[in-house]
């Protein structure tokens, strides 16, 4: 796992996790530890997303579910809803142990998203990758 | 069991459950997320998606038994109904469907359904309407469920189907809705209305063509019925009646008065016949309108069939009037033309088409019988009939038979000797369509061919002046004219000359003789020009006036002469003549009247010609004067549009010829800002002004040039009908002009900006121009003042015969140089003048005028004076000073000698007590009178130098006066004056206040009671004030030796005593009234001295009083009483720091302080002292040296005031100067005492500042 060294211009408590705009105008979802996110949790971040980060247009985000203990499926139907997509132009899915990467499997695999997302272990890998969607945009 | 496999356990626990179907079933995840909570995570979400899809397939299940409930439930329905409606539906000639409402899907449709849409029912079943787009306009199905939903029904609605082959069905439509199974449903019942519409259509079609016909057509068209009502009138029938349509129709044709009562019979019989079945053949008959007008038509009446019956008739009419009239007309119109003909003047025949004459008139019979012709020629071949006419003729009449066209030509014919011309017309006479007739027309022209010819002989004539390159041509191309109608063969053109009565023959051609002239005396010629009579004579008649010697006979006898005058303008310039050798019938009278008609023109033209050549040869020379001129020439029209220009043009203005002709030369050579001008130029030639200036135009380029114009109106016959112009380049000249102007405008403006008084005069010496300058010197208001004045006059009346001498040598020398003269003003003011002056010389270098240059040396003179007296000045006080010296030299060498002799004496150590105090006394007289004159010194030094600062405070004038009273007593004791009263003389009432600097004040006042008492031996020195004009005058008087009056003046002036002499005797620098003066000036005020010799003097100053409060306030005896008795004071207990690095000085003060008995300490420079201030803090003064080494005492003061602001430093310092003063104050010390300082001020001092 590569080292976030990105300047931080706001962040937000989320709940059970907190987001992070950076300079570079993407977005830095983390979680908890052993966290189970239902889809309380994930309506009041969509809503946190739409009201303090997106309100100049979408963004792309990267996140880090390597803390996520438990998704939800109905907390997968909303991030891979259009109303979701709506807010963010690209996802890309931070899973470094086991669990993560089931959930992030699943997510890829079941849910079929509205936005492109994409699953890294490496967080720089991710970066690159969200900042070239980003910059393409 | 370790951890791990406890939790595989459990996950193994799990998906049993979960195989065992129950989906509930989770696995809970450690914190570890490591690889089986990985699989943990795996399975319950797996069990998660699993559950989920199968509650989703559980409703999907739900829905679908509730569908196939629906449908059993319809076919139910169905099956009940199906028996019933099965047969109707089927068997239907209609079209039937049953639809769903919502979504159009076929639920049953019928065979003729199927048979009307082309789709079978297979294909139809289930699937929507939409599907096939049978409803070709959506609009109606809306419409249509629209109104089944209103109204639960629709019947009759007219729409259009496309149909499976993609045509369109008309089909008509009626719709109700069903419920089957409780949703709606769409029954639909159609029929295919396409082939009824098609034969409505095409009925409609056909009856509206056949009414189009009968409303369209031309002829009036009538229906009647059986019966013989009118049953239909159609629009050209009721116009043809002059009756509206419907007053027609519905009446008996028996009733319709139209048809004439007579023929009723007639039609009655038609009619039936046609009722018959007959077709009667058109009739044509009678009709009126109704206004009665009678009319002819023609009508046609069938029977009208229907279904194989004859229903009626029909009866078509036709207006035939108009046929009718016109056959009448031409009946009618063949006995006019006959007679028509026979009226006419041209001779007329006709011919058949076997070209035989049938008919002629009665011009051309006459006409035959004239040229012996015979005039029968009715029923002749026309050739016969006319046998002088060309063979071609019969071509002609061929083609107007065959083309029916008409030809139309000019004919010669030749009738015996005589030639006729005819001009002929052949025109076809039409029966039916084809040429039945030719009609001839000939219309003689014999006599207009002649004129024309003759007109044609004048034309060309008048052209050969144009034509013909000189009168010798022209002459021949008339003769050549002439002989086409005449003979002119001998033929010749005279010209009379009146003077010598002879006839000149510039033409002659003659088959028998030749002459170039001959005498117009004698001559038939000259008879005829006498008689102004035009002349055909044959040989025998000019015999006859031979015989008679009215005529000489010259020249061979012609047959036949014939001669006109020539004339122009009602003047006879010579003959035409023509004569026959050999036939006397050669001419005749109409030959005569021809020629002499002829000669009028070729008069003209031989004048014109003559004319021409003259104007030729003119305009030759004009050309080449135009071409020629070295000078730009252009003629322009009266609007100033060029129509001619000179070669000269291009190259003055750079335009072609061609770029300018025909446009107006003001828009191409007149620079802008000269229009207005031109314009005013063009406007006064076409005037008629000749207009001569000069101005500026420019070149193609822009260039500006500068030119002369010459604009001259051409006028002919009194009208102007062109403009002349002549430029000329004069930019060269111009430009000289301009700089020889600007070079004048150059030194006029150096005349009139100089400074100096300039004038030029003519070389009489009298003014024609001046400069401001001049005017200025001799104080003139304005030119006038000298312009016309002769310049000696403003010379003193004693210099004047030097001015006359000065202005020759001008005219002798060409100038004179800086001659000074005194002149006299305009206001008769004397002015000293240099005078410069030369000659003005013409191109010639002849003298024409006298410039002169004057200037005021007035105050350079006075300047002059002041400089020549300032010296004399500077060289007496040069002497002054001289003698100031020496006499200072002996002021300071006199106390000095006694100082240092006494001090020598003073190293003896045998003198007694008594001496020793002797000499210190003079010594310390003579120390302080050097200290006076050093004083003296210096204060001039800083007079001049204006390094002198007044210190104003306000002060008590009379207290000031008491206290320099005080003093002077005692220093008078020193100058040996004591018999010498000093006294005091003030107002008593007044107390008077002055904002004065004391210091100075004081040392005036001693230096005028010091000079009072130094010049008094006897009597008293009294000083005091009064007050005048708000002014304190203050006064020192004495009874002393008084200054003569002519010294008065003087004893202010530096280094001035009234008598040096005296000076011996009573010593002195004579600087102390000088001082005074200088120092009173200072103050603000002035002195003076009144005097009478050996009586006294009175010096006298005043000052601005500032204010005056009344006596008695204050008594300064008092205070200066109380001040002298401080002088005895005594300071024991008082500790003193005396800061002086001269241990001399410091000696001094130390000599008094030890009778104070006060304690001493030395500080011996800024060191010590600030050491001595720190280590004894009981200190209670400070006499302090502002000169000491090291720390100099003003930085010294400032130290001490950081530690202590109340001790009181006195500063002591020979810096006699009030920056010092300043300076110390400012550093911090209490107050100030100058060096020397005597005891009685040191001890005032410090008693001030110890009581």
Same mark, same amino acid.
């Given at each position: 796992?590569?080292?976030?060294?990105?300047?931080?211009?706001?962040?937000? $408590?989320?709940?059970?996790?907190?987001?992070?705009?950076?300079?570079?105008?993407?977005?830095?979802?983390?979680?908890?530890?052993?966290?189970?996110?239902?889809?309380?949790?994930?309506?009041?971040?969509?809503?946190?997303?739409?009201?303090?980060?997106?309100?100049?247009?979408?963004?792309?985000?990267?996140?880090?579910?390597?803390?996520?203990?438990?998704?939800?499926?109905?907390?997968?139907?909303?991030?891979?809803?259009?109303?979701?997509?709506?807010?963010?132009?690209?996802?890309?899915?931070?899973?470094?142990?086991?669990?993560?990467?089931?959930?992030?499997?699943?997510?890829?695999?079941?849910?079929?998203?509205?936005?492109?997302?994409?699953?890294?272990?490496?967080?720089?890998?991710?970066?690159?990758?969200?900042?070239?969607?980003?910059?393409?945009? | 069991?370790?951890?791990?496999?406890?939790?595989?356990?459990?996950?193994?626990?799990?998906?049993?459950?979960?195989?065992?179907?129950?989906?509930?079933?989770? %696995?809970?995840?450690?914190?570890?997320?490591?690889?089986?909570?990985?699989?943990?995570?795996?399975?319950?979400?797996?069990?998660?998606?699993?559950?989920?899809?199968?509650?989703?397939?559980?409703?999907?299940?739900?829905?679908?038994?509730?569908?196939?409930?629906?449908?059993?439930?319809?076919?139910?329905?169905?099956?009940?109904?199906?028996?019933?409606?099965?047969?109707?539906?089927?068997?239907?000639?209609?079209?039937?469907?049953?639809?769903?409402?919502?979504?159009?899907?076929?639920?049953?449709?019928?065979?003729?359904?199927?048979?009307?849409?082309?789709?079978?029912?297979?294909?139809?079943?289930?699937?929507?309407?939409?599907?096939?787009?049978?409803?070709?306009?959506?609009? %109606?199905?809306?419409?249509?469920?629209?109104?089944?939903?209103?109204?639960?029904?629709?019947?009759?609605?007219?729409? $259009?189907?496309?149909?499976?082959?993609?045509?369109?069905?008309?089909?008509?439509?009626?719709?109700?809705?069903?419920?089957?199974?409780?949703?709606?449903?769409?029954?639909?019942?159609?029929?295919?209305?396409?082939?009824?519409?098609?034969?409505?259509?095409?009925?409609?079609?056909?009856?509206?063509?056949?009414?189009?016909?009968?409303?369209?057509?031309?002829?009036?068209?009538?229906?009647?019925? +059986?019966?013989?009502?009118?049953?239909?009138?159609?629009?050209? *029938?009721?116009?043809?009646?002059?009756?509206?349509?419907?007053?027609?129709? /519905?009446?008996?044709?028996?009733?319709?008065?139209?048809?004439?009562?007579?023929?009723?019979?007639?039609?009655?019989?038609?009619?039936?016949?046609?009722?018959?079945?007959?077709? &009667?053949?058109?009739?044509?008959?009678?009709?009126?309108?109704?206004?009665?007008?009678?009319?002819?038509?023609? =009508?046609?009446?069938?029977?009208?069939?229907?279904?194989?019956?004859?229903?009626?008739?029909?009866?078509?009419?036709?207006?035939?009037?108009?046929?009718?009239?016109?056959?009448?007309?031409?009946?009618?119109?063949?006995?006019?033309?006959?007679?028509?003909?026979?009226?006419?003047?041209?001779?007329?025949?006709?011919?058949?088409?076997?070209?035989?004459?049938?008919?002629?008139?009665?011009?051309?019979?006459?006409?035959?019988?004239?040229?012996?012709?015979?005039?029968?020629?009715?029923?002749?071949?026309?050739?016969?009939?006319?046998?002088?006419?060309?063979?071609?003729?019969?071509?002609?009449?061929?083609?107007?038979?065959?083309?029916?066209?008409?030809?139309?030509?000019?004919?010669?014919?030749?009738?015996?000797?005589?030639?006729?011309?005819?001009?002929?017309?052949?025109?076809?006479?039409?029966?039916?369509?084809?040429?039945?007739?030719?009609?001839?027309?000939?219309?003689?022209?014999?006599?207009?061919?002649?004129?024309?010819?003759?007109?044609?002989?004048?034309?060309?004539?008048?052209?050969?002046?144009?034509?013909?390159?000189?009168?010798?041509?022209?002459?021949?191309?008339?003769?050549?004219?002439?002989?086409?109608?005449?003979?002119?063969?001998?033929?010749?053109?005279?010209?009379?000359?009146?003077?010598?009565?002879?006839?000149?023959?510039? *033409?002659?051609?003659?088959?028998?003789?030749?002459? $170039?002239? !001959?005498?117009?005396?004698?001559?038939?010629?000259?008879?005829?020009?006498?008689?102004?009579?035009?002349?055909?004579?044959?040989?025998?008649?000019?015999?006859?006036?031979?015989?008679?010697?009215?005529?000489?006979?010259?020249?061979?006898?012609?047959?036949?002469?014939?001669?006109?005058?020539?004339?122009?303008?009602?003047?006879?310039?010579?003959?035409?003549?023509?004569?026959?050798?050999?036939?006397?019938?050669?001419?005749?009278?109409?030959?005569?009247?021809?020629?002499?008609?002829?000669?009028?023109?070729?008069?003209?033209?031989?004048?014109?010609?003559?004319?021409?050549?003259?104007?030729?040869?003119?305009?030759?020379? !004009?050309?080449?004067?135009?071409?020629?001129?070295?000078?730009?020439?252009?003629?322009?029209?009266?609007?100033?549009?060029?129509?001619?220009?000179?070669?000269?043009?291009?190259?003055?203005?750079?335009?072609?010829?061609?770029?300018?002709?025909?446009?107006?030369?003001?828009?191409?050579?007149?620079?802008?800002?000269?229009?207005?001008?031109?314009?005013?130029?063009?406007?006064?030639?076409?005037?008629?002004?000749?207009?001569?200036?000069?101005?500026?135009?420019?070149?193609?380029?822009?260039?500006?040039?500068?030119?002369?114009?010459?604009?001259?109106?051409?006028?002919?016959?009194?009208?102007?009908?062109?403009?002349?112009?002549?430029?000329?380049?004069?930019?060269?000249?111009?430009?000289?002009?301009?700089?020889?102007?600007?070079?004048?405008?150059?030194?006029?403006?150096?005349?009139?900006?100089?400074?100096?008084?300039?004038?030029?005069?003519?070389?009489?010496?009298?003014?024609?121009?001046?400069?401001?300058?001049?005017?200025?010197?001799?104080?003139?208001?304005?030119?006038?003042?000298?312009?016309?004045?002769?310049?000696?006059?403003?010379?003193? &009346?004693?210099?004047?015969?030097?001015?006359?001498? /000065?202005?020759?040598?001008?005219?002798?020398?060409?100038?004179?140089? +800086?001659?000074?003269?005194?002149?006299?003003?305009?206001?008769?003011?004397?002015?000293?003048?240099?005078?410069?002056?030369?000659?003005?010389?013409?191109?010639?270098?002849?003298?024409?005028?006298?410039?002169?240059?004057?200037?005021?040396?007035?105050?350079?003179?006075?300047?002059?004076?002041?400089?020549?007296?300032?010296?004399?000045?500077?060289?007496?006080?040069?002497?002054?000073?001289?003698?100031?010296?020496?006499?200072?030299?002996?002021?300071?060498?006199?106390?000095?000698?006694?100082?240092?002799?006494?001090?020598?004496?003073?190293?003896?150590? $045998?003198?007694?007590?008594?001496?020793?105090?002797?000499?210190?006394?003079? =010594?310390?007289?003579?120390?302080?009178?050097?200290?006076?004159?050093?004083?003296?010194?210096?204060?001039?030094?800083?007079?001049?130098?204006?390094?002198?600062?007044?210190?104003?405070?306000?002060?008590?004038?009379?207290?000031?006066?008491?206290?320099?009273?005080?003093?002077?007593?005692?220093?008078?004791?020193?100058?040996?004056?004591?018999?010498?009263?000093?006294?005091?003389?003030?107002?008593?009432?007044?107390?008077? %206040?002055?904002?004065?600097?004391?210091?100075?004040?004081?040392?005036?006042?001693?230096?005028?009671?010091?000079?009072?008492?130094?010049?008094?031996?006897?009597?008293?020195?009294?000083?005091?004030?009064?007050?005048?004009?708000?002014?304190?005058?203050? *006064?020192?008087?004495?009874?002393?030796?008084?200054?003569?009056?002519?010294?008065?003046?003087?004893?202010?002036?530096?280094?001035?005593?009234?008598?040096?002499?005296?000076?011996?005797?009573? /010593?002195?620098?004579?600087?102390?009234?000088?001082?005074?003066?200088?120092?009173?000036?200072?103050?603000? /005020?002035?002195?003076?001295?009144?005097?009478?010799?050996?009586?006294?003097?009175? *010096?006298?100053?005043?000052?601005?009083?500032?204010?005056?409060?009344?006596?008695?306030?204050?008594?300064?005896?008092?205070?200066?009483?109380?001040?002298?008795?401080?002088?005895?004071?005594?300071?024991?207990?008082?500790?003193?720091?005396?800061?002086?690095?001269?241990?001399?000085?410091?000696?001094?003060?130390?000599?008094?302080?030890?009778?104070?008995?006060?304690?001493?300490?030395?500080?011996?420079?800024?060191?010590?002292?600030?050491?001595?201030?720190?280590?004894?803090?009981?200190?209670?003064?400070?006499?302090?040296?502002?000169?000491?080494?090291?720390?100099?005492?003003?930085?010294?003061?400032?130290?001490?005031?950081?530690?202590?602001?109340?001790?009181?430093?006195?500063?002591?310092?020979?810096?006699?100067?009030?920056?010092?003063?300043?300076?110390?104050?400012?550093?911090?010390?209490?107050?100030?005492?100058?060096?020397?300082?005597?005891?009685?001020?040191?001890?005032?001092?410090?008693?001030?500042?110890?009581?």
């Amino acid at each position: 796992m590569g080292i976030i060294s990105f300047n931080i211009v706001k962040q937000t $408590d989320t709940g059970k996790g907190r987001v992070m705009l950076y300079k570079d105008g993407f977005m830095h979802q983390i979680y908890n530890d052993s966290v189970d996110l239902t889809i309380k949790d994930s309506l009041k971040e969509l809503e946190i997303y739409k009201k303090e980060y997106c309100t100049e247009g979408k963004r792309p985000i990267l996140v880090d579910i390597t803390n996520l203990k438990s998704v939800s499926k109905e907390s997968r139907g909303i991030y891979a809803s259009e109303d979701t997509a709506s807010v963010l132009i690209k996802a890309a899915l931070l899973v470094c142990n086991p669990v993560s990467r089931i959930i992030g499997n699943f997510y890829l695999g079941l849910n079929k998203s509205k936005m492109p997302v994409k699953m890294f272990g490496d967080v720089g890998e991710a970066v690159e990758w969200l900042k070239q969607a980003h910059d393409k945009k | 069991m370790s951890l791990e496999d406890t939790r595989i356990t459990k996950i193994l626990e799990a998906i049993q459950q979960i195989a065992s179907g129950n989906f509930d079933a989770r %696995i809970e995840i450690s914190s570890a997320l490591d690889q089986i909570d990985g699989i943990a995570t795996g399975i319950n979400m797996l069990s998660e998606e699993i559950q989920t899809r199968i509650e989703e397939q559980l409703k999907e299940n739900q829905k679908l038994n509730e569908t196939i409930s629906q449908l059993r439930e319809v076919k139910r329905e169905l099956s009940r109904s199906e028996e019933l409606s099965s047969q109707v539906f089927q068997t239907s000639p209609d079209s039937i469907s049953i639809s769903r409402l919502e979504d159009g899907i076929f639920v049953e449709v019928n065979q003729s359904f199927e048979k009307l849409t082309g789709y079978n029912r297979d294909e139809i079943i289930g699937r929507s309407v939409f599907e096939f787009g049978l409803w070709s306009k959506k609009s %109606i199905r809306e419409e249509l469920e629209k109104r089944l939903l209103k109204d639960g029904i629709c019947t009759n609605l007219e729409t $259009d189907f496309r149909v499976r082959d993609g045509s369109i069905v008309q089909g008509l439509l009626s719709a109700s809705l069903l419920h089957i199974n409780n949703r709606p449903h769409l029954l639909v019942i159609g029929r295919d209305i396409s082939k009824i519409r098609e034969a409505e259509e095409t009925l409609y079609a056909t009856r509206r063509k056949y009414e189009d016909l009968i409303q369209f057509s031309p002829d009036g068209i009538i229906l009647l019925d +059986n019966s013989g009502m009118i049953e239909m009138a159609n629009p050209a *029938f009721a116009l043809l009646a002059g009756l509206p349509a419907e007053k027609i129709t /519905g009446r008996h044709f028996k009733d319709f008065k139209g048809f004439n009562l007579k023929d009723l019979p007639k039609y009655t019989r038609v009619l039936s016949q046609v009722l018959q079945g007959k077709v &009667p053949k058109p009739m044509e008959m009678n009709f009126s309108k109704k206004d009665g007008i009678e009319q002819y038509i023609d =009508i046609h009446v069938t029977p009208i069939w229907k279904e194989g019956k004859i229903t009626g008739a029909q009866a078509v009419v036709r207006d035939i009037t108009d046929r009718i009239r016109a056959i009448e007309a031409l009946r009618i119109s063949e006995d006019q033309y006959r007679t028509s003909m026979d009226a006419m003047h041209d001779a007329m025949y006709v011919i058949s088409p076997e070209l035989v004459v049938t008919v002629v008139n009665k011009a051309l019979r006459v006409g035959l019988a004239e040229v012996g012709v015979s005039p029968d020629v009715v029923g002749k071949n026309y050739k016969e009939a006319f046998p002088f006419l060309d063979a071609s003729t019969v071509d002609e009449y061929k083609d107007v038979f065959t083309s029916g066209k008409t030809i139309q030509k000019e004919e010669r014919y030749k009738i015996g000797d005589q030639e006729r011309f005819a001009d002929t017309r052949r025109i076809p006479i039409y029966e039916g369509k084809l040429v039945a007739r030719v009609l001839t027309i000939v219309h003689d022209i014999t006599e207009r061919k002649k004129t024309d010819k003759v007109q044609q002989i004048m034309y060309n004539i008048s052209n050969a002046v144009d034509t013909t390159k000189d009168l010798d041509e022209l002459f021949r191309s008339i003769q050549l004219e002439l002989g086409s109608i005449f003979d002119t063969r001998n033929f010749f053109i005279a010209f009379y000359n009146k003077n010598d009565e002879t006839l000149s023959l510039p *033409f002659f051609v003659d088959e028998k003789d030749s002459f $170039d002239s !001959f005498p117009a005396r004698n001559t038939l010629t000259g008879y005829m020009i006498r008689n102004d009579q035009p002349i055909l004579m044959k040989d025998k008649d000019i015999a006859k006036l031979v015989k008679k010697r009215i005529l000489d006979d010259i020249g061979t006898p012609s047959k036949i002469w014939l001669g006109v005058p020539l004339k122009i303008k009602e003047e006879i310039i010579g003959a035409l003549v023509m004569q026959n050798y050999e036939d006397e019938n050669a001419y005749n009278e109409k030959d005569l009247e021809i020629l002499q008609f002829v000669s009028a023109q070729i008069g003209f033209s031989i004048a014109t010609k003559r004319a021409y050549d003259e104007v030729q040869v003119e305009k030759a020379y !004009f050309e080449q004067l135009f071409e020629g001129s070295p000078e730009t020439v252009v003629l322009t029209s009266n609007d100033g549009k060029l129509i001619k220009v000179n070669g000269e043009f291009q190259k003055l203005f750079g335009y072609t010829p061609d770029e300018v002709l025909g446009k107006e030369i003001d828009r191409l050579i007149v620079p802008e800002e000269f229009q207005e001008e031109a314009r005013n130029i063009s406007e006064s030639v076409a005037r008629g002004k000749k207009i001569l200036t000069e101005t500026v135009r420019q070149h193609k380029d822009g260039t500006r040039i500068h030119v002369s114009v010459i604009g001259t109106p051409i006028e002919i016959e009194g009208g102007q009908v062109a403009v002349y112009g002549i430029y000329r380049d004069i930019t060269d000249r111009k430009n000289a002009e301009i700089a020889l102007r600007e070079s004048e405008e150059k030194l006029r403006n150096i005349l009139y900006s100089s400074p100096d008084a300039i004038t030029v005069s003519d070389l009489r010496g009298y003014i024609t121009e001046c400069n401001q300058a001049a005017l200025d010197v001799f104080e003139c208001d304005n030119e006038k003042d000298l312009i016309g004045n002769n310049a000696n006059l403003f010379v003193i &009346p004693e210099l004047r015969v030097k001015g006359i001498s /000065g202005l020759k040598k001008v005219l002798r020398h060409g100038h004179i140089k +800086n001659v000074e003269f005194e002149m006299l003003t305009k206001n008769g003011r004397k002015i000293f003048a240099d005078l410069s002056a030369s000659l003005i010389r013409d191109n010639n270098d002849l003298p024409i005028g006298i410039v002169s240059i004057i200037q005021d040396i007035s105050a350079r003179k006075a300047y002059e004076k002041d400089l020549k007296l300032a010296k004399e000045k500077a060289e007496e006080s040069d002497l002054l000073k001289s003698a100031f010296l020496a006499n200072m030299s002996h002021e300071i060498r006199t106390p000095m000698n006694a100082i240092l002799g006494f001090s020598e004496l003073l190293k003896s150590e $045998d003198l007694s007590k008594e001496t020793r105090n002797e000499y210190v006394k003079i =010594i310390n007289n003579k120390g302080n009178e050097l200290m006076l004159i050093i004083s003296d010194i210096i204060d001039v030094s800083k007079i001049e130098a204006g390094d002198i600062k007044i210190l104003y405070a306000e002060m008590e004038v009379k207290d000031f006066l008491q206290q320099i009273l005080h003093q002077l007593n005692e220093e008078k004791s020193l100058m040996n004056k004591d018999h010498i009263q000093l006294r005091l003389n003030m107002p008593e009432k007044e107390c008077p %206040i002055i904002v004065s600097d004391e210091a100075r004040l004081r040392q005036i006042m001693y230096n005028l009671i010091n000079n009072a008492l130094k010049f008094t031996h006897d009597g008293y020195v009294e000083i005091g004030f009064i007050i005048k004009e708000k002014k304190v005058q203050f *006064f020192v008087k004495d009874t002393g030796i008084g200054i003569v009056k002519e010294k008065q003046e003087i004893v202010f002036d530096r280094f001035r005593q009234v008598d040096e002499s005296i000076n011996s005797e009573f /010593g002195g620098t004579g600087l102390g009234l000088s001082i005074s003066r200088d120092l009173v000036n200072l103050l603000g /005020g002035d002195i003076w001295v009144e005097s009478e010799e050996n009586k006294g003097s009175t *010096f006298c100053f005043h000052l601005p009083l500032y204010k005056n409060s009344k006596a008695g306030e204050n008594s300064g005896d008092q205070n200066i009483e109380k001040k002298r008795k401080g002088t005895l004071v005594d300071f024991s207990g008082k500790k003193i720091l005396v800061a002086e690095d001269d241990s001399a000085n410091y000696l001094f003060i130390e000599s008094y302080l030890k009778h104070t008995q006060s304690e001493i300490l030395w500080a011996r420079d800024g060191e010590q002292l600030l050491e001595l201030f720190h280590s004894e803090p009981d200190l209670d003064l400070i006499l302090m040296d502002l000169r000491m080494p090291n720390l100099n005492g003003i930085d010294a003061t400032r130290i001490i005031r950081k530690a202590n602001k109340d001790i009181p430093v006195i500063a002591l310092t020979a810096y006699a100067f009030a920056d010092d003063r300043e300076k110390s104050m400012e550093a911090g010390c209490t107050d100030y005492l100058a060096k020397p300082v005597t005891i009685e001020k040191l001890s005032e001092t410090l008693l001030k500042y110890l009581k």
